[in-house]
C-alpha cells in the first residue's frame, strides 16, 4: 500500500513568487492536513481537509491557502513568497476527520531565496 | 508557538541505557501520540494513546497517557543506535478535529 506522496521534493523559489505543493494520501484516507516546519517554530498546523471542505485552520497568514480533490488529494499554495517561508511542508493523511492512523508524507522541503 | 512542553531537548546516551522523555501542557487532550523523525523524512507514529492512564508498548517502546490528560511520556529500554533520531510528542485537544499541536521535539544521541 503506498504511503503519502508529497511532490515536489524540493523547491527554490524567489522572494515575490508563488508555489503550489501537492500531496496524494493513502487509498481510501479522505482527511489530508498540512503542516509546516522550521527549526524556529517546530511543527505547525496550517489546514485540515475532508472531503472537499476545509475543516479546521491554522494561524497563518491569508497567503496560505489549500484544496482538495474530489479524490482526496490535496494542494497548498503559497503566494507571495517570503524569505521567512522557508521550511518543510508536511502532509498528513487519516481515514477520517477524528480517527487515528494519521500518516506523514516525506514533505517538501521549499527554499525561498 | 509550541503549546507542549518536551523535555529533555536532546539526550547523549551509551548504547544498551535506557531513555526516558515527557511532554506536558496547560491544556487537556483526547489524544497522545509519539512519532519520530529522521533526517529528510516526515514524522513516523510510533505509539498512540487514547485513554487517561493508558499504557502502550511498541516493541521496546513504552508510552503513557497522564491520568491528568495533560501529560505523557515515552521510554525506551535497552537502545540501539537505530534510535537516533528526533522523537515528537503530538496531542489532540476535543473539538480540533485531527488538528495535533506538537512539542519542540527529543534528540537522541547514542553512543555505540
Known amino acids: 500500500k503506498a504511503g503519502v506522496t508529497q511532490t515536489p521534493r524540493y523547491l527554490i523559489k524567489t522572494r515575490g513568487q508563488q508555489v503550489t505543493l501537492s500531496c496524494s494520501p493513502i487509498?481510501?484516507?479522505?482527511?489530508v492536513s498540512w503542516y509546516q516546519q522550521t527549526p524556529g517554530q517546530g511543527l505547525q498546523f496550517l489546514f485540515e481537509?475532508?472531503?472537499?471542505?476545509?475543516?479546521n485552520k491554522g494561524n497563518f497568514p491569508g497567503r496560505f491557502s489549500g484544496r482538495q480533490f474530489s479524490n482526496s488529494r490535496s494542494e497548498m499554495n503559497v503566494s507571495t513568497l517570503e524569505l521567512g517561508d522557508s521550511a518543510l511542508y508536511l502532509c498528513?493523511?487519516?481515514?477520517?476527520?477524528?480517527?487515528?492512523?494519521?500518516?506523514f508524507g516525506s514533505g517538501t522541503r521549499l527554499t525561498v531565496v | 508557538g509550541q503549546q507542549l512542553n518536551q523535555s529533555p531537548q536532546s539526550m547523549f546516551i551509551q548504547e544498551g541505557e535506557d531513555v526516558s522523555m515527557n511532554c506536558t501542557s496547560s491544556?487537556?487532550?483526547?489524544?497522545w501520540l509519539w512519532y519520530k523523525q529522521d533526517p529528510g523524512e516526515g514524522p513516523v507514529l510510533l505509539i498512540a494513546?487514547?485513554?487517561?492512564?493508558e499504557l502502550t508498548s511498541n516493541g521496546r517502546l513504552t508510552a503513557q497517557f497522564g491520568i491528568t490528560r495533560k501529560d505523557s511520556f515515552l521510554n525506551i529500554s535497552a537502545s540501539i543506535p537505530s534510535d537516533v533520531g528526533i522523537y515528537f510528542c503530538?496531542?489532540?485537544?476535543?473539538?480540533?478535529?485531527?488538528?495535533?499541536?506538537f512539542g519542540a521535539g527529543t534528540i537522541l544521541r547514542v553512543k555505540s
Open positions: 481537509y475532508f472531503s472537499e471542505t476545509q475543516r
Open positions: 491544556s487537556i487532550f483526547n489524544t
Open positions: 498528513a493523511s487519516s481515514l477520517a476527520p477524528t480517527g487515528s492512523g494519521y500518516t
Open positions: 494513546l487514547y485513554k487517561a492512564g
Open positions: 487509498s481510501g484516507h479522505r482527511s
Open positions: 503530538a496531542g489532540r485537544k476535543e473539538g480540533d478535529g485531527n488538528k495535533l499541536v
